[in-house]
């Protein structure tokens, strides 16, 4: 299997991306986001050619959740996962988060992607599926703002996964020791 190496991108930028958005979105770090009305409302205004669109199970590969189309600048999810999202499942909500990484991090030519052997190492900065799962659980629950909760509080509060609540917390207390996160 193939990876895909992306120019490297570290936690910062991508805590500063997230940051940006947020502050596009009118959203403090403090704030839950509503992932599905980013993605159908606030999305088509910050790029007048994104477009998404929702497939049932008989359509998508068995095995795929959602997907980033760079060609056509469209975010495919499916449609149970989607129907999951809108009612709050943490899972879920990452994924649509992980797409509109993808789409932002990796789209429009932002980033030269290269196919790389199976055998050459790639670091995580320079994996885009590190880079997107970095920017969703970020964009989710900001590092920065989650120090002091558990990571029980942080899954209900951000509306994701305890695993994601827990990788989160990780990063927080990583980044509160040292500014290279
Ligand atoms: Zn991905």
Known sequence: MYKIKAEPLSNDVIIDITQQLRKILGCGLDTPLNIVAILEYAMPQLDKNFNYSIKDKDNMRFDVHAYTDPQTNEIVIREDIYDRARHGEG?????????????????NNMVALTR???????????????????????????????????VEKIANYYGVSLQA???Q???????????DC
């Not at 988060?97 to 789209?107: P, R, S, T, V």
Request: glycine share 4%; proline share 5%; charged share 25%.
């Open 91 to 107: 899972r879920d909500r990452f994924t649509i988060a992980h797409e509109i990484g993808h789409y932002i991090l990796h789209n």
């Open 169 to 179: 917390k990780r990063k927080s207390l990583r980044c509160s020791q040292s500014k």
């Open 165 to 167: 609540a827990n990788a």
């Open 116 to 150: 790389v052997f199976p055998d050459e190492k790639i670091k995580p900065y320079e994996d885009i599926e590190w880079q997107a799962d970095a920017f969703a659980g970020e964009l989710l629950c900001p590092s920065s703002a989650i120090t002091n909760m558990t």
